[in-house]
């Protein structure tokens, strides 16, 4: 994925192995890869139906945030780094190596199997021209 252009948009994570059974887990994914929809993030919500990936980014805050969430921070290839809950009114410190971050509610990457060391898959959308 060397020099991908991201655009905002909506994709898929997929986390393979992940249900137990060797199936892949899927979840709905929101890409915020603008300035400003990088900024704004979950900012002002309630929940989040699936996660969100920031990209590029190495770290996150939670100020003016409603929800605790769950922050993954991934390399350049999809490698989870490290998973952490933050609580709202919170600063994460910049992760060495991360090239993005996920974001869902509190609890939901352990559901899905989302942890340190495991390989991850952005599938994105394609839209209609």
């Known amino acids: 994925m060397r020099g991908r252009r991201w655009a905002d948009g909506r994709g898929t994570l997929v986390v393979p192995g992940a249900a137990g059974d060797g199936t892949a887990v899927r979840v709905p994914l929101e890409i915020a890869a603008s300035y400003r929809a990088r900024t704004r993030g979950l900012l002002g919500r309630d929940a989040v139906a699936g996660a969100m990936l920031l990209t590029p980014a190495g770290s996150v ?45 509190a609890g939901a990457m352990a559901g899905w199997g989302v942890r340190a060391g495991v390989q991850v898959e952005v599938r994105t959308e394609v839209l209609p021209v």
């Open 61 to 105: 805050h939670t100020f003016r945030m409603r929800m605790p969430i769950d922050v993954a921070y991934l390399d350049r290839r999809f490698r989870v780094l490290a998973v952490r809950t933050m609580r709202p009114g919170r600063l994460g410190l910049p992760r060495p190596r991360s090239r993005h971050v996920l974001e869902a509610a």
